[in-house]
């Protein structure tokens, strides 16, 4: 492949003109305006991502309250089921006695408390029976009494247990709903700005290929300059190169792969020559007559090597496999480059 071009002193230039070093230029200040924005943008959302990792950081400490929270409450809830079941001990205890009682009573029958009150054999005995009856009935109704106030404070202790497990729940369903708001906040966060340093950095290498290869171009220009100011005059018996325009031969046979006029896709800016699908190690020739103004390697265009041909007319040969010549040697039209 070869990249061959046909220039003036106007466009003598390796990219190949300087209207294409201006775009070059036009498109670092974008770069550089779009860093500046991109970097404002990084340093929002680092701000944010702090912020998160703030309220995260504030989650874990909320999160080992929680679960001090929640260990008192089991704690709790560990003291009122033995509670519950020393109540339900209680009462079954009560009931247990409240039934002898019942049956004691049944097997002395009232007939049994008549008949000693018609007898009236002995007052004093008939006063203790009677005192035992009265004893018994008041014991009783203390016992049912007392299994009343059990069932009632049992009742309240499975209260209790039953709020206890309803905050205990509510407390747990907080925290992982909270911890899972703040995660995923926190894992887009970090996503974000993993994509805007990617950015970044793509960037700031982009920014700097072109800030090279202005100074190279910058550079280049200068020294095309300061050969065309060292051209002598043109051979008087040779054909100004001018008049020869239009009927020069090709630096190489091939088939173009590449235009006169296709965007180069920097900007506005288009080819202003034509690339040669020549096939590897093809000889290329210079298409006139001139002087070696540039013969070394340039991004974009490998080994180029740059013939000025005398009153501001250049040809420019690039993605050469070598370059036979150097700067200020003077080539024959058709002498292998």
């Known amino acids: 492949m070869l990249w061959f071009v046909l220039a003036t002193a106007a466009v003598a230039a390796p990219s190949p003109s300087p209207e294409e070093l201006e775009a070059l230029r036009g498109r670092i200040s ?35 309250r929680i679960e001090h929270d929640l260990a008192n409450r089991q704690a709790r809830l560990v003291e009122l089921e033995r509670e ?24 002395m029958g009232r007939q049994e408390q008549l008949k000693i009150v018609l007898n009236q054999e002995d007052p004093a005995r008939l006063g203790r029976v009677l005192g035992y009856y009265g004893y018994f009935n008041r014991a009783r109704l203390a016992r049912i009494e007392a299994i009343e106030t059990a069932l009632t404070r049992l009742q309240q202790v499975e209260t209790e247990v039953l709020a206890e497990r309803a905050r205990l729940d509510s407390l747990r369903q907080r925290h992982d709903t909270s911890a899972r708001a703040l995660e995923a906040e926190h894992r887009a966060r970090k996503a974000l700005l993993a994509t805007l340093t990617g950015r970044i950095e793509n960037r700031d290498r982009e920014l700097a290929r072109h800030v090279a290869d202005e100074a190279r171009l910058s ?25 020869r325009r239009g009927g020069l031969g090709w630096p190489a046979p091939g088939a173009f792969s590449v235009r006169y006029g296709q965007s180069r896709g920097v900007g506005s800016v288009r080819w202003q020559g034509v690339v040669i699908a020549a096939a590897e190690g093809r000889d290329v020739q210079a298409v006139s007559y001139g002087r070696v103004a540039f013969s070394d390697w340039l991004r974009g265009y490998g080994l180029l090597m740059i013939l000025d041909h005398g009153d501001g007319y250049m040809t420019l040969y690039g993605y050469n496999q070598a370059l036979n010549k150097e700067v200020g040697d003077w080539v024959e039209e058709g002498e292998v480059i």
């Open 84 to 107: 519950r079941i020393a109540q339900a001990r209680a009462v079954a205890a009560q009931r247990r006695e409240l039934a002898g009682q019942v049956r004691a009573a049944y097997a």
């Open 219 to 243: 550079k280049l220009l200068d020294s095309l300059q300061q050969a065309l100011d060292d051209i002598p005059a043109v051979d008087v018996e040779r054909t100004p190169f001018a008049k």
């Open 30 to 64: 974008t770069l550089q305006g779009e860093l500046e924005k991109a970097r404002g943008k990084q340093d929002r959302e680092r701000q944010r991502l702090r912020k998160t990792e703030t309220q995260i950081g504030n989650l874990h400490r909320d999160r080992r």
